[in-house]
């Protein structure tokens, strides 16, 4: 059936008649599926054949049914209490678990069943089965895959098979490739070469990783910070910094693509100092490699997993606690401040990241250049964005 029955009973000397409350709700038949002809309640005489409940004559059941919204509507609130026999809601687990934390659906969605299931909401609030006044916390309304700038149609001709490209590059390329290209919230634009880019970034991180595969799997423990040369620390930073940037960017907002590229970010510089015969501490390396899987987990599932087991972990990453962040570690040692004089660029110092915003303007006003510009000019004002940027104002 296409949707729950219409509770209206037709008679030829009442007309339209309500189905009493008491005989609520109106159970539709088993049935055999629809032969294509006309719908399936029109062949259910039993169903259709029921006396008027005014007057008690003959009469027959309306057998058109109501628009499958009113089904889409609640069905969340259903799901919090499925075995319940007696009433649509156990108002105690709906309770219990509403409102949807977080509701994902397509751009088709976000108008007419975000607002169909916000007056439901408010009605089943009404008659008591809710104590909630809105259904979801969190809307993210998802964007399309496109090519050529428009919606893929078998008509247009700009129809990609995605069974294709899984066999060609595999499941997790193809997902890393679809989750990197946008944002969730925007349409993505279908490029091949974008699959062949997020090919070659895993056949980067399978090199890197694949020289461990025969290392035992639980690795060394990380030396003390102060104990790292400088290649180490810059990797081990860039790992904490990585993870932060990954949660935020996962927790917040579902934005993989910059997740995805904070990932690749932290692989690239991996790769660079291995390329370059840096003498990086093997601990740290390992630390980086691991963190890097359990980041990418989410996204490239199969890919992570057969490298996470063939180097040697006893535990699978799913079984496996998300990485840690630590911001001592994460610190950076020095930054680059620009100094501006009324708002144009004049310099930049290198100083040490827990610079106090005091010592800052000291050291501007100190710098050769800064006092060629001012030319003996006694600054208006002094505007210090922490860790960026001094502008001095004459």
Known sequence: ????????????????????????????????GPDGS??????????????????????????????????????????TCPDCATSPLDAGQAQYWLPVDQYIGGVEHAILHL?????????????GYLGIDEPFQNLLTQG?????????????????????????????????????????ERDLEWNAQGVDGASRFLNKVYRLVYPLVQTSGTPPSLPALENLNEPSRVLLRKSHQTIKKVTNSIESNFHF????????????????????????????LRFCLDTSLLLLFPMVPHFCEELWEMTGHDRSLDQTAWPTFDADAARE???????????????????????????????????ERIQKNLAGKEPKKIIVVQRKLVNIVV
């Open 144 to 184: 399309m895959v496109i090519k050529d700038g428009a919606k893929m149609s078998k008509s247009k001709g700009n129809v990609v098979d995605p069974s294709e490209l899984i066999e060609r590059y595999g499941a997790d390329t193809v997902r890393l490739f679809s989750l990197f290209a946008a944002p969730p």
């Open 333 to 367: 040692e020095a930054i680059t401040i620009i100094v501006q004089v009324n708002g144009k660029v004049r310099a930049r110092l290198e100083v040490a990241a827990d610079t106090e915003d005091q010592e800052l303007q000291r050291l501007a006003l100190a710098d």
């Open 257 to 284: 693509n910059t997740a995805i590229s904070a990932v690749m970010e932290l692989v690239n510089q991996a790769s660079s100092l291995v390329a370059e015969g840096k003498e990086v501490d093997a601990a740290v």
């Open 1 to 32: 059936y296409w949707g729950a029955p219409i509770p209206v009973i037709h008679c030829p000397v009442c007309g339209i008649v309500p189905v009493p409350e008491e005989q609520l709700p109106v159970v539709l038949p088993g049935t055999d």
């Open 38 to 79: 006309h719908a399936p309640l029109h062949q259910q005489a039993d169903f259709i054949a029921t006396p008027c409940p005014s007057c008690g004559g003959a009469a027959r059941r309306e057998t058109d049914t109501m628009d499958t919204f009113v089904e889409s509507s609640w069905y969340f609130a259903r799901y």
């Open 115 to 127: 607002l169909y299931s916000r007056f439901f909401t408010k009605v089943l609030r009404d008659l």
